[in-house]
């Protein structure tokens, strides 16, 4: 059995997803957590993409003016997504990356998400899940 504490981001994740159910079997979990960052990272390479275009259009049709609209459009995208990104991951940011950085780990902690699931996968068995605090 695999314990996932309520603090990691990972387990947060999944209840702002999934706010009435707790995880059950590590397969379905893993794969919610992959499918999670990778979505994502298409949907801000696909509006990456449009902005690019819009740029290039417009920048080739009004020149300096094109060029003020791209950068203008681009900033604003830009701190929406810093806003939106500060917001789901509280207000410690900066504090929580210098904490787990610096943090000294014991060395009888039990093994991450990724190689709980490759461990699982070899054996070819899919764990259950306990959450913990």
């Known amino acids: 059995m695999l314990r996932i504490s309520k603090r990691s981001l990972h387990y947060r994740l999944w209840k702002f997803a ?5 995880p059950k079997n590590l397969c379905r979990y893993f794969w919610f957590c992959v ?3 990778v979505a994502p990272l298409v949907i801000v390479a696909l509006v990456l993409f449009a902005i690019g275009a819009l740029v290039y259009v417009v920048g080739t049709n009004l020149t300096v003016s ?3 609209v791209s950068l203008v459009i681009i900033g ?3 701190a929406f997504g810093l806003v939106k990104l500060i917001q789901w991951q509280g207000r410690n940011v900066v504090y929580g990356i210098a904490t787990s950085v610096s943090s000294v780990r014991p060395k009888n902690r039990e093994p991450g998400l990724i190689r ?3 461990r699982a ?12 605090d």
């Open 76 to 78: 604003i995208a830009a």
């Open 116 to 118: 709980s699931f490759l």
């Open 121 to 132: 996968k070899k054996k070819k068995v899919c764990p259950m899940i306990e959450v913990v």
């Open 66 to 68: 094109g060029i003020v």
């Open 35 to 37: 499918f999670a960052v």
């Open 18 to 22: 999934h706010p009435a159910s707790e």
